[in-house]
């Protein structure tokens, strides 16, 4: 685990995906298929602890603990730079495009 990761553990997080930049590649989801699906639309939404695909525009989603790593490595390796991961507390993004 990386610094970061350990600096985010214990905090409660969340993940939403902007639709606008998704290219569709899957990558998410094959990563962290638990919190991410493709849709029929050929873009990538986030899911509910429930699984089910939540389709409203900026949709989030908790972050599972044993799924931090798959859902960081997503934000990271996600061509469109669309997946964003946020403290629920303080709504500061931890990981994804806009983090510092």
């Not at 350990?6 to 993940?15: F, K, R, Y």
């Not at 899957?26 to 602890?49: N, R, T």
Request: proline share 7%.
């Amino acid at each position: 685990m990386s610094v970061q990761e350990e600096a985010v553990v214990g905090e409660a997080l969340e993940v939403w995906i902007d639709q606008d930049l998704c290219t569709g590649d899957g990558i998410c989801a094959q990563y962290a298929p638990e919190v991410f699906e493709l849709d029929i639309d050929g873009l990538a939404y986030v899911k509910s602890a429930d699984d089910e695909l939540l389709q409203e525009k900026g949709a989030t989603t908790p972050v599972p603990l044993p799924l931090l790593t798959d859902v960081v490595d997503s934000a990271k390796e996600c061509p469109g730079e669309c997946i964003h991961v946020r403290r629920v507390a303080d709504g500061a993004e931890v990981y994804g495009p806009d983090a510092p």
